[in-house]
């Protein structure tokens, strides 16, 4: 039965493209309810996480069966994917329903709802996942959907591009993570122990430790494996350095955005480093590595969300940044911390999506600086965003505070540098949180040259429709209370728990409250157009604004280095593979038929003849055969 | 005095190899047509030889199949002649050559 919790999306997305899909209404209600079965059935083990009805045994059956090798599909029940499975089912029905007043004049509605229910499905397979195979192929499988949802509006070049570009962007990444489940394969090496070679997660786990106690695995092999697992996180969840497909995925619809960035694709990535944590805290150095550009990308994107003109790309930014924390958090060896920030986060950051989508839908631009006075008219949409703000920034009481308490102590336990990188990274983000907010809500409307309501079809913008605000109100509560659940203690906190000390609570309080006033004082002057941190930031602002330079970098290895060897390649194979090899059998069979051609001369006479002689040589052949065989 | 089976189909064989070099060499499509006559009717005469030589009617009966289907054959078979000469103003079978290449 609990299968279902995986099948009801895919039979929704399978259902809506085959048969509903001229039926709108109807489509995106097969959408909503298949995915609100699977959160009841989720919910249902969650309930029996606290003795409330029976927790089914994990579930698995043989996918592929070869000599030597057994693969098997199953679902995993652990307090980790039932938490998860619940943000990701949770979440993402809150935002299809949003999307079904989101996306309601858009021609595309039912193939919306279709790859959406794709697009969960797929998440919730990576969440129940058993083992490195299974998990890999719904890897792909929201690789896939991510790619047909960021390039929805396929009319648009930029948003073809930008499907293509997360597209490749993660088939790098994906690249190492099949590399290092391949390597994971070989060292699950049975020949002592008896067992068999695998890849399930349960197996791995208690086979790969001791295999490295008593030297039949190397460190460095287990390290190799685990940098190119982390590939495929790298990847998933934009990490430096492949984090450049994320904002260009905002040209997708905004649900779409909301999905990505809260309940799946980005989560996917450090779900699979808390699911597979047993190996990479098998090496210090892995970890070391994980934590840096953790840091890095924690930093990087707080920066450049600083300058970031577009409202989506801010919070994009916003999202690469808090994965960024997240990533710290497992490289600090806290899986805990890491996986209740990815909660709450999937709360907040569906919760600032959907109000963006709130705002876009009403103003018809993205453009910060077009935008103003929002409050006064969009109150509902407006207070759910300063509450999603507030919790992005990790103010006290929302869910946000806990759950960046909670890294902010493991990188002070641990190292300095990375607690500086944090706090500083902390302020940034509610410095640009507090400029976003500003900009869009607060002031006068239209501060910009042209003001919104004069591109706009509306003459003034007005509060969404009840369906968008519902899930908004939704996630306002969940962004708020999230952070009284007592998550932490259901993940089982083995790791000693650093609590919130009252220091930290004070340095990180003040640095946010510090970073929402002084960008508040900033961006409070009426009629500007140009962002003020141009001018004081000088060559720094550009450096940021290029997004450091690393898009520029990508396009010119690929136009420089990867387009001229592909081309030199093409002309290897024309000469020797197409022109030698092909040709040449092309060519030889075409002369062969211009010499047997001859004999077709249209005369019947000719025919007859050849007719004839033919009759007469299986003749004397059946003859000769029957004389030798008598 | 009984003439014996291989003196009738000696005969045979020169009919059927005449109407064979008809067939290859005429460029009259009639006498093409008449050619391929002939070739039925030296099978007919191996037919009767044997139904003769055997003793029983089997021979025979071949043979009257077979001169019914030739008498069909050259009713369709001039009715083909008539209507190329129809559209080609000629009965050359040289010159029937659309089917070459």
């Known amino acids: 039965m609990y299968s279902l919790i995986i099948l009801s999306p895919f039979l929704a997305f399978a259902v809506i493209s085959l048969i509903t899909r001229r039926f709108r209404g109807l489509s995106a209600l097969i959408a909503i309810a298949s995915l609100l079965v699977s959160f009841a059935l989720i919910l249902k083990l969650f309930l029996a996480l606290f003795g409330i009805g029976a927790m089914p045994e994990a579930v698995s059956a043989s996918w592929l069966s070869l000599p030597g090798m057994n693969f098997e599909m199953g679902l995993l029940f652990d307090r980790l ?420 000390s009252m220091n930290l609570t004070l340095i990180s309080s003040a640095v946010v409250l510090a970073g929402l006033t002084v960008s508040f004082l900033v961006y409070r002057v009426k009629r500007q157009s140009e962002d003020p941190l141009a001018h004081t930031l000088g060559p720094l602002y550009t450096l940021i604004s290029r997004r450091y330079f690393m898009d520029d970098l990508y396009d010119f290895y690929v136009q420089k280095i990867q387009q001229p060897f592909a081309a030199l390649c093409n002309k290897g194979n024309d000469l020797f593979v197409i022109k030698g090899l092909s040709n040449l059998t092309g060519e030889g069979l075409y002369r062969l038929g211009s010499l047997t051609r001859k004999m077709f001369t249209g005369n019947v006479q000719t025919y007859s003849l050849i007719l004839v002689f033919q009759i007469l040589v299986v003749f004397v052949i059946a003859v000769v055969f029957m004389q030798l065989t008598k | 005095m009984m003439i014996p089976a291989s003196h009738y189909l000696i005969v045979a064989f020169v009919l059927f190899s005449i109407g064979l070099l008809g067939v290859f060499t005429r460029r009259n499509t009639i006498l093409v047509l008449l050619s391929i006559e002939l070739m039925f009717n030296a099978v007919n005469l191996i037919f009767v030889t044997f139904s003769r030589s055997w003793g029983n009617l089997d021979g025979q009966v071949a043979a009257l199949f077979s001169m019914a289907i030739a008498a069909a054959e050259v009713a369709v078979g001039l009715a083909i002649a008539i209507l190329l000469f129809r559209s080609r103003q000629t009965i050359d079978v040289a010159e029937f050559n659309s089917l070459k290449d």
Not at chain 1, 218 to 225: G, K, L, Q, R, Y
Request: include cysteine; proline fraction near 4%; charge should be negative.
């Open chain 1, 81 to 500: 994917s039932i938490l998860m499975g619940l943000l990701v089912s949770g979440v993402g029905s809150l935002i299809f329903i949003f999307s079904a007043g989101y996306m309601e004049e858009d021609p595309g509605f039912s193939r919306f709802f279709a790859f959406l229910s794709l697009f969960a499905a797929a998440m919730l397979g990576i969440v129940f996942s058993t083992n490195f195979v299974q998990i890999f192929i719904f890897w792909e499988l929201v690789g896939l959907a991510s790619y047909l949802l960021i390039g929805f509006w396929f009319q648009k070049d930029s948003a073809a591009d930008a499907g293509k570009k997360a597209f490749m962007v993660n088939r790098v990444g994906d690249f190492g993570f099949i590399l290092g489940i391949i390597l994971i394969w070989f060292l699950s090496d049975p020949s002592a122990e008896g067992m068999k070679r695998t890849v399930d997660f349960a197996g791995l786990a208690a086979m790969i430790p001791g295999s490295l106690a008593n030297g039949m695995v190397s460190s460095v092999a287990v390290f190799t494996a685990g940098i190119l697992i982390f590939c495929g996180v790298i990847g998933k969840s934009a990490q430096f350095p492949l984090h450049v497909w994320l904002p260009d995925a905002m040209e997708g619809p905004t649900p779409v955005s909301a999905l990505i960035h809260a309940a799946t694709m980005v989560a996917a990535g450090v779900y699979l480093l808390a699911r597979v944590f047993f190996l990479f805290t098998l090496s210090a150095e892995l970890l070391q590595i994980i934590a840096i550009i953790g840091a890095i990308t924690a930093l990087m994107a707080a920066t450049m969300g600083v300058v970031e003109k577009d409202i989506k790309r801010v919070l994009a930014y916003s999202t690469m940044s808090q994965l960024g924390f997240m990533v710290l958090a497992m490289g600090l060896s806290d899986p805990v911390a890491g996986i209740y920030h990815l909660l709450t986060h999937g709360f907040f950051k569906a919760l600032l999506f959907l109000g963006a989508g709130c705002v876009i839908h009403a103003v018809h631009t993205q453009n910060l600086f077009d935008m103003g006075g929002l409050f006064k008219r969009m109150p509902v949409t407006s207070i759910a965003f300063f509450i999603g703000t507030f919790a992005l920034c990790g103010l006290f009481p929302t869910a946000g505070f806990f759950s960046k308490e909670e890294i902010l102590a493991a990188a002070m336990h641990k190292s300095p540098v990375f607690f500086g990188v944090a706090i500083f990274t902390v302020f940034l983000t509610s410095f640009y949180m507090g400029r976003l907010v500003t900009l869009a809500f607060l002031g006068h409307p239209g501060r910009g040259q042209t003001p919104f309501y004069e591109k706009g079809s509306d003459p003034f913008p007005d509060e969404a429709p009840f369906v968008m605000t519902f899930p908004l109100i939704i996630l306002s509560f969940l962004s708020v209370t999230a952070g009284y659940f007592g998550i932490p203690a259901l993940l089982g906190a083995e790791t000693e728990h650093h609590g919130s």
